[in-house]
């Protein structure tokens, strides 16, 4: 059972960034296509940004494109590098692992994802 734990949210104000971490249990982590999801009250929960199980390979929704990285180490983390931060970027933000996919970027259905983190809050100020 892959555990994951996000960290790195918190308060901003509009323009600034955020780095946040999301570290699984697990050292064949390798394995999984990895993604970042985000819940805003009221709203469904939405891709922000996936990363192949290599890590060579990376897909951004259409809202953080070009203000937002993802990335990973060779150990356990990924990351999601928040820049230009905005006031409706404000959500939860959750790291999510797919264990049924090895193609390029990460899928994009929340549904596809196997495992889920526990959320950390993220909230950009006007």
């Known amino acids: 059972q892959l555990q994951l734990g996000e960290s790195g949210g918190g308060l901003v104000q509009t323009g600034g960034s955020l780095r946040l971490s999301c570290t699984a249990s697990?050292?064949?982590?390798?394995?999984?296509?990895m993604g970042w999801f985000r819940q805003a009250p009221g709203k469904e929960r939405e891709f922000v940004a996936g990363i192949s199980h290599s890590g060579d390979s990376t897909n951004y929704a259409d809202s953080v494109m070009g203000r937002f990285t993802v990335s990973r180490d060779r150990a356990k983390t990924v990351y999601l590098q928040m820049n230009s931060l905005k006031p409706e970027d404000t959500a939860v933000y959750y790291c999510?692992?797919?264990?049924?996919?090895w193609g390029s970027g990460a899928r994009i259905g929340p549904n596809e994802y196997d495992y889920w983190g526990q959320g950390t809050q993220v909230t950009v100020s006007s």
């Open positions: 999510a692992a797919d264990a049924n996919f």
């Open positions: 697990a050292p064949t982590f390798t394995i999984y296509t």
